[in-house]
């Protein structure tokens, strides 16, 4: 059944990335649309989303706080889904990242940015602007948009709602304050509601009042019902665990396809694999490594923050950079793991590649050139990174952790046998588990026969969106359900 779908998220690709956010929020609807449902993006109009448009148009008007709000209208680039953003010019027209400032802190005014933001969205979900559009379905997805369900839910016919939790680490806490000085009504506030421990918590307006809530993979579902991952949240969690399901990622196989990525030197299929090494030893030489087409290049590509397996990493490096591997990492973070990692490389220049910084590009010729892909981290909720490498045939040597231990299948003789094996598992979060890892992996390597068989375990199964987006059209039905019991 065709349904109304407002999708809102505080990051979209091609438009602004910082993480995995966008990139589902830049497939996903993709993906809606192709299975007939009628879906509208909603974004902030940052400074660097208006810098890139070329095409809006102000369709509506609405104003919060004291401030006028235009509703500018465009298309995600590349796609034919409608895009309204939220143009606020005092909350979102100024440099940089769209949740911190330069110096690396969150903005100061993070709450008040994105409740104005979410009551702009409230005046859509509920038809009051203008736009005559009515959604059946409103999907907000983590903190900065997690207000919405909660507000929705204080009038007594609104759309139903989906929350998917991306991170649960990052959770949107402020003062108790803040709540009282941004306006938002009482009975939104109190343990049941969004008080976390006398703090308000954007993140659980979504947790506690959305019809139904997702997160990326199953076993991320699970484990944020657990002590250890909930962040005190899980029993909140566990308590609404009939509304809690887990859909796995799709990827958006146009971009990620090395086949006809335009990035890479020479593309290349699952039937010509021989092809790879040609991105490889290109990568060597643009990166000043030893130009060695037998050495195992071992590829990472992510936010360099302790959930990464950072510290892992660094721990292994005495030994790691013992191993006969070449090592390319690319990433921005924490400064001192970037200062950590620029260290090594100093020491070790022929083996290990650090690059600091966001680049596109290179992220695909690292995915293409890799023969492993890195991914040690201490919690995963889907990853996105795995998912590419599976398709360029790069091995994952990840944790079985969250979306990880749903894809990546540790090669072993019973998965080789039935040639399900695509990647190397870590099981634990230390340097001494990483580095054994690293050498059955290496080990592997040297048998080309069989990595040619894992890689093409890797390449062959669907990682588009198709079955993804099914889940969530049965998902939003459930979810008007729900609603409806309401009225
Ligand atoms: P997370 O959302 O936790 O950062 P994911 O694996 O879900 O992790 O998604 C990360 C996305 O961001 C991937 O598409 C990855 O390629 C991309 N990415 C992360 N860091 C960089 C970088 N420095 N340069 C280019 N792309 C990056």
Redesign the pocket.
């Known amino acids: 059944m065709k349904h109304k779908i407002l999708f809102i998220s505080s990051e979209a690709?091609p438009l602004i990335?910082?993480?995995?956010?966008?990139?589902v929020a830049g497939s996903l609807p993709i993906a809606l649309q192709d299975n007939d449902q009628d879906v509208c993006l909603l974004l902030p109009a940052y400074q660097s989303i208006l810098e890139q448009i070329i095409e809006t148009k102000v369709v509506a008007e609405t104003s919060h706080y004291g401030l006028k709000i235009n509703i500018l209208e465009t298309t995600l680039p590349g796609s034919s889904i409608k895009t309204w953003l939220i143009d606020c010019p005092q909350m979102f027209d100024r440099p940089g990242n769209p949740y911190m400032a330069e110096d690396g802190n969150p903005w100061r005014d993070n709450a008040e940015r994105f409740a104005l933001f979410s009551q702009a969205a409230v005046d859509i979900a509920l038809n009051r602007c203008g736009l005559s559009w009515q959604p059946d379905v409103v999907h907000c997805n983590d903190w900065q948009s997690a207000l919405i369900p909660a507000l929705l839910k204080t009038f007594p016919h609104s759309p139903a709602t989906i929350f998917t939790i991306?991170?649960l680490a990052y959770q949107g806490l402020f003062s108790s304050q803040t709540f009282f000085d941004l306006g938002l009504p009482d009975g939104l506030w109190g343990m049941y509601g969004v008080e976390f421990y006398g703090q308000f918590s954007f993140i659980k307006g979504g947790l506690v009042y959305s019809d139904r809530i997702n997160t990326v993979s199953p076993t991320y579902a699970k484990e944020i019902q657990q002590v250890e991952l909930g962040y005190g949240l899980d029993p909140l969690l566990s308590h609404r665990h009939l509304q809690l399901s887990g859909i796995i990622?799709g990827i958006d196989t146009d971009v990620w396809n090395p086949q006809k990525d335009k990035y890479l030197r020479q593309n290349y299929n699952a039937k010509t694999l021989h092809k790879k090494t040609a991105n490889k030893s290109a990568l060597q030489k643009y990166l000043k490594l030893p130009e060695e087409a037998n050495i195992p290049v071992i590829g990472m590509?992510?936010?360099l923050v302790e959930?990464?397996g950072l510290q892992s990493i660094l721990d292994a490096m005495p030994k790691l950079m013992n191993m006969p591997i070449q090592i390319i990492i690319?990433?921005?973070g924490e400064r001192n793991l970037e200062q950590d990692l620029l260290n090594w490389a100093k020491q070790f220049p022929d083996k290990l590649s650090i690059?600091i910084?966001?680049?596109?590009a290179?992220?695909h010729q690292i995915?293409a050139a890799a023969d492993i892909y890195l991914?040690p981290s201490i919690f995963?909720?889907?990853?996105?990174?795995?998912l590419?490498s599976l398709r360029y045939g790069t091995l994952p040597l990840a944790r079985n952790v969250g979306g990880l231990a749903d894809t990546v299948i540790d090669c072993n003789d019973n998965t080789l046998k039935d040639n399900t094996a695509n990647g190397f598992i870590v099981t634990e979060d230390s340097a001494e588990a990483l580095v054994t890892t690293m050498i059955r992996a290496i080990e592997t390597y040297q048998n080309q026969q069989t990595w040619q068989q894992l890689q093409l375990n890797a390449m062959t199964p669907d990682r588009s969106w198709q079955s993804s987006a099914l889940q969530y059209i049965e998902l939003y039905e459930k979810a008007i359900e729900d609603n409806r019991a309401r009225f």
């Open positions: 690709f990335k910082t993480g995995g956010l966008a990139d991306h991170n990622n590509i992510s936010r959930q990464k690319l990433g921005t690059n910084g966001y680049n596109e290179l992220a995915e991914m995963e909720p889907c990853g996105l990174n795995q590419y």
